[in-house]
């Protein structure tokens, strides 16, 4: 880690943290990198702003507000009641007003006041309303890759008015204009190209596959195969690419891996559909994130399978459980033949698609797995709900089957587990700090600072019951606190899956 | 006729129009407008009736603003339930004979306006005393906080100091409905108590005000869970799928 040229918040005593006293611009030197040309050419937007830039993000801004009524309600209905502004994770650890919800909408709502409104028309000063100039862009793209669209200020506004909409519309417009963010579009032409976010080839990921079967079998004498690309399988397993190549992401792979092996079940990986995660959700564009979904929906036909089932990842489980029905037809209820198609082939007895939690979970109370909770001994564990995880999915039958669902795993194969304080758990979990296409370097200090929340509360667990390992479901989540742990003074070992945990204790024949 | 008495009855005419015109344009606007994707704010009801009742209780309680600031919830609420009681009042106005559960509300309906006016002031402070809020304030915000407390304490001065004519209001309020025009008392208090319900009128479609309507549209709010069970497709992602296939 090299010093950083910022400085790191301190820990307070209470596992909430204080709201701090807003400092106005503590955040506007942060301005993420901006995607060149070839990117923006591939995903068929600009990559520089052109003479009628003005008109065209105006036009764009109509465009969006006929389709998505979320956008329209949200910008009419905020009555400025201030209940969201203590409720962002990046406000909280940087101070910044224009991170604090409504400021945030406020960017947006001020040009939507000025251009589509009776009020911003005519008495532009009384109502906030602002003209679309370049300043006020430059604002939308500081602070729209300040939001990690985490959705945690819609659980607290009383009208439900999701900022993580307005995030997504934003960046929609900027990429539009052509000031699309270099990390996020990238990522959306190598998984459109290869067919994974890292870019790895099939032949690549065939070879690592070897290689950890090779592993398994070293460490635990018992061949656990990882098939790729089998036709003819029951379950096709779509998980992130990062848990192919990255630690400890790997760990969780090898513990799906087992699970399926000591179930006995027929199951594969596709080198198409080698990519669970959809980064088409973070722009807000739904077209590429259709684009993007359609490859699961091709391996799935394409391999045969009966279920599919989704690794450990946040954002790729909303995707997945929220819209692949939608985007592709992947679920059940659909009455056009398109849907129809891939729902005669589906396994009707299961939800589809269903999570690797919910897969496991349904095993473990079967008891068709078995476990040696004492080989978890070692580790004192919490979990942290991924925000996507928690307030834009569901596992299992029932409201809330997210938050019961992983610490029922959990608690089946360790003995050791703590709760971080309720205020910071459940539908009120506050983000790791690198969701929303924010996992880049180049947004360091941000995702330092938006951390804080979490890490205090993960420190008061630290403090109090000796956790050291900090149990996760999500990609993103995964790789953020590898990165900021050490900044916080702990070591980056102590974070790991509910797999990786699944995967130390259960007992293979 | 007297050009007072002329004035107000134009205006109320035309803040009526404005007012039912404008929501219902609104709403219409919203009904229109899809929301293409599932994006209820989890933990959600699965099923219609949960929704209906996760509704009830954000409209009746303000459940997500318990949740979130106690001291907004509870000026929020007073204010709301306030307002609603001295509406409910408000019926013995329109109506001749009246119903008897509007009279059986009339002295509540009294009192309730010093909750309305309390909350209002509570909600007022706080755009002056909490730093993040009097950030976001606006002119508008504060606007409508005056002539929320304008109407209310303008109808105070009349319900407890400085009483009006009460049947010749009603007799106005009636001969607006029926179209028999009435002569309108000239008392101060009135006339700036009608002067301000018809501004707000006026300006309900094309302010935050919207939050009414909204809160029944708001697609975080409203939406079933159950997206792997039924799949839920906009007309214009329906035509780009058939577009696509
Ligand atoms: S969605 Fe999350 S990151 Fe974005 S404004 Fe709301 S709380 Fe902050
Ligand atoms: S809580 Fe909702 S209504 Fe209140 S300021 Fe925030 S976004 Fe606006």
């Not at chain 2, 809020?133 to 100091?161: C, K, N, Q």
């Amino acid at each position: 880690m090299a010093a950083p040229d910022f400085e790191i918040p301190q820990f307070q005593e209470h596992a909430v943290l204080d709201i701090p006293k807003i400092k106005e611009g503590a955040m506007s030197h942060i301005k993420s990198f901006v995607a060149g040309q070839s990117a923006q050419e591939y995903l068929g937007y600009p990559w520089e702003l052109g003479e009628n830039w003005k008109e065209r993000a105006i036009e764009r801004m109509g465009e969006v507000l006929k389709k998505y009524r979320s956008v329209r309600v949200f910008l009419d209905a905020c009555v400025h009641c201030g209940a969201c502004t203590d409720k962002c994770h990046y406000y909280l650890g940087t101070a910044d007003p224009k991170n604090m919800p409504v400021a945030r909408q406020e960017l947006m709502r001020k040009v939507y006041r000025r251009y589509f409104t009776f009020g911003g028309k005519y008495f532009p000063w009384l109502v906030g309303a602002e003209d679309l100039t370049e300043e006020v862009l430059n604002d939308w793209y500081n602070y729209y890759h300040e939001c990690s669209e985490c959705r945690r200020c819609s659980v607290f506004c009383p009208y439900g008015i999701d900022t993580a909409e307005i995030t997504m519309a934003g960046r929609e417009i900027l990429n539009y204009v052509g000031m699309g963010q270099k990390y996020s579009n990238e990522i959306l032409v190598k998984v459109q190209k290869v067919g994974n976010n890292l870019g790895l080839p099939g032949p690549a990921l065939e070879d690592t596959l070897a290689g950890l079967e090779e592993d398994i079998e070293a460490d635990t004498g018992v061949p656990v195969k990882l098939p790729l690309d089998q036709k003819g399988a029951e379950i096709l397993l779509v998980t992130p690419s990062a848990d192919f190549f990255s630690e400890p992401h790997v760990e969780s792979l090898i513990g799906y891996a087992k699970v399926f092996h000591a179930a006995g079940a027929s199951w594969t990986l596709s080198s198409l559909a080698s990519e669970a995660g959809n980064f088409g959700l973070f722009n807000g564009n739904y077209e590429t994130m259709r684009k993007v979904a359609m490859r699961i929906r091709d391996a799935a036909l394409e391999l045969g399978v009966k279920r599919i089932i989704v690794g450990e990842c946040g954002h790729a489980w909303r995707v997945a459980y929220s819209y692949w029905n939608t985007l592709t037809g992947i679920g059940y209820g659909g009455e056009d033949p398109y849907s129809q198609m891939l729902q005669k082939q589906l396994d009707h007895r299961y939800p589809q698609p269903m999570h690797i939690c919910e897969y496991t979970w349904d095993l473990i109370q079967k008891g068709v797995l078995k476990f040696d909770k004492s080989k978890n001994d070692h580790r004192i564990i919490t979990f942290h709900d991924s925000c996507n995880v928690a307030r834009a999915s569901r596992m299992g039958n029932e409201p809330g089957g997210q938050f019961t669902i992983p610490r029922n795993i959990i608690r089946a194969v360790a003995n050791n587990f703590y709760d971080m304080d309720p205020n910071t758990i459940g539908e009120s979990t506050y983000c790791c700090g690198g969701g929303g296409g924010l996992l880049t370097d180049d947004l360091m200090e941000v995702r330092v600072k938006g951390a804080l929340p979490r890490m205090n509360a993960f420190n008061a667990v630290v403090q109090q019951n000796g956790v050291n390992f900090l149990a996760l479901i999500c990609a993103i989540c995964k790789a953020q606190f590898t990165k900021v742990f050490p900044y916080y003074g702990f070591d980056m070992s102590m974070v790991g899956g509910v797999h990786q945990l699944v995967s130390t204790a259960i007992e293979l024949d | 006729m007297s050009t007072l008495t002329i004035i107000y009855t134009v205006l109320f005419y035309v803040a009526t129009l404005v007012f039912i015109g404008g929501l219902a344009y609104r709403i219409y606007e919203y009904t229109r407008t899809p929301a293409p994707l599932k994006i209820p704010t989890t933990p959600a009801p699965t099923t219609s009736a949960g929704v209906v009742y996760r509704m009830a209780r954000e409209v009746v309680f303000f459940e997500s603003l318990f949740k979130s600031n106690k001291w907004i919830w509870v000026f929020g609420w007073l204010f709301h339930f306030g307002l609603l009681l001295v509406l409910l009042r408000h019926i013995r106005y329109f109506q001749e004979p009246v119903w008897f559960w509007v009279e059986f509300l009339q002295p509540y309906g009294k009192y309730a306006s010093f909750m309305m006016v309390v909350g209002l002031l509570g909600l007022w402070a706080r755009r002056f005393l909490v730093d993040r809020v009097r950030y976001i304030s606006t002119p508008s915000d504060h606007l409508m906080l005056a002539l929320l407390v304008g109407i209310g304490v303008s109808g105070m001065m009349m319900t407890f100091v400085a009483h009006t004519d009460i049947v010749a209001l009603k007799a106005f309020v009636l001969g607006l409905m029926f179209f028999d025009w009435q002569p309108l008392p000239a008392d101060p208090f009135l006339l700036i108590h009608l002067g301000l319900v018809a501004v707000l009128m006026i300006v309900f479609p094309v302010s935050k005000l919207l939050h009414a309507p909204g809160i029944f549209f708001s697609p975080s709010r409203n939406q079933v869970d159950n997206p792997r069970e039924r799949r839920h497709i906009a007309p214009w992602a329906a035509a780009l799928e058939r577009e696509q296939a």
